[in-house]
């Protein structure tokens, strides 16, 4: 038997969703070769390094072309933009000389394009009034986009130059698999949506806006059904959910039927006897002759980072939080 025992590691990269690379220290895997020692060991996942190299547009060095490029101050731009063109080239270039103010040289490989360019945080919103409020939010962190506020643009991509930050707009459903898969570093969406979707992600704040609850509803009469675990049939638009607390929570077998149109129907029809569905004030409930039978869990819009990004990016998705829990106190 190989355990893995206490020590696991994960390598992360730049514009890939998930760890390239995984691995730990393995027991007695070396004991199997006639060795008494623990042993560590990893793993690289090779089409998603192939993906990485594509994405960051890496190129990869052909060992047998190397150049040395000699400079000194007077022909440094020149040798900046030579080794830049070879290395496009795939071929392995070396810079070396002199250069009296070191400044000098930063200057020059920012200018030609060759600096360290910030990358880009992506922000991916649920459309709608949750994109609308978060926004609103986040310019009182002092992170704005003028592009968001033309009803009128045909945009797709929006964009802050200054503070590296680039938004887009999606399907609620949506967020969660362009965060998962790093197409989006940060996504903001209804608690709902994360949970109904279950990506790998990681929920880190709750922003306390679109507050109201999921709940089990139905006829004053179904509630005995559900007291006496009976088998019954549950309509909603959010099926996982719905499994998830019957199976899970009230340990009750119960028949999921998932409907995209209004729910409120289905137990007045006799398609189910009760709904799993978001309660704001409960008033179409109560026109219905319905009523909230038990509560599942609370809702509202909450921030999710994809897990590469919270690794990768860690300081200034951090900081992002800390400015909006500063916030929350200060509005307390």
Do not use: W
Not at 248 to 267: D, F, R, Y
């Amino acid at each position: 038997m190989i355990i893995i025992q206490e020590l696991i590691f994960k390598a992360y990269t730049f514009d890939v969703g998930e760890p390239i690379a995984n691995g730990g220290r393995y027991d007695n895997l070396i004991g199997q070769f006639g060795k008494d020692k623990a042993s560590i060991g990893f793993c690289i996942t090779i089409d998603l390094l192939h993906l990485a190299i594509i994405r960051q547009k890496i190129v990869v060095v052909k060992p047998t072309k190397n150049r040395l490029i000699v400079y000194d101050e007077s022909n440094l731009k020149e040798a900046v933009r030579l080794a830049g063109k070879l290395r496009k080239e795939g071929i392995n270039t070396v810079l070396s000389g002199t250069c009296d103010d070191e400044s000098k040289y930063s200057e020059v490989i920012v200018d030609e394009g060759y600096g360290v360019k910030m990358r880009y945080i992506t922000f991916a919103l649920a459309k709608g009034r949750l994109a609308k409020k978060a926004m609103e939010i986040m310019e009182k962190i002092g992170i704005t986009c003028e592009e968001m506020k033309d009803e009128k643009t045909r945009k797709l991509i929006f964009v802050n130059e200054e503070l590296g930050f680039k938004f887009f707009l999606a399907k609620a459903s949506d967020v969660p698999t362009y965060v998962e898969y790093g197409a989006a570093d940060i996504g903001i969406v209804g608690r709902d949506t994360i949970l109904e979707e279950g990506r790998k992600l990681y929920e880190v704040y709750d922003l306390g806006i679109g507050r109201c609850r999921m709940c089990v509803c139905g006829p004053e009469s179904a509630r005995e059904l559900l007291k006496n675990h009976e088998l019954i049939r549950v309509a909603s638009k959010y099926p996982h959910i719905a499994k998830d607390y019957f199976n899970n929570v009230k340990h009750q077998t119960v028949e999921i039927i998932k409907l995209n149109g209004s729910v409120e129907l289905a137990p007045i029809v006799g398609l189910s006897e009760v709904i799993v569905d978001i309660v704001e004030t409960g008033t179409t409930l109560k026109e219905n002759g319905l009523c909230v039978l038990e509560e599942v869990c609370d809702l509202s819009a909450r921030i999710v980072v994809n897990q590469v990004s919270m690794k990768m990016e860690n300081k200034r998705i951090s900081e992002i939080i800390d400015k909006l829990k500063k916030l929350e106190e200060e509005n307390r």
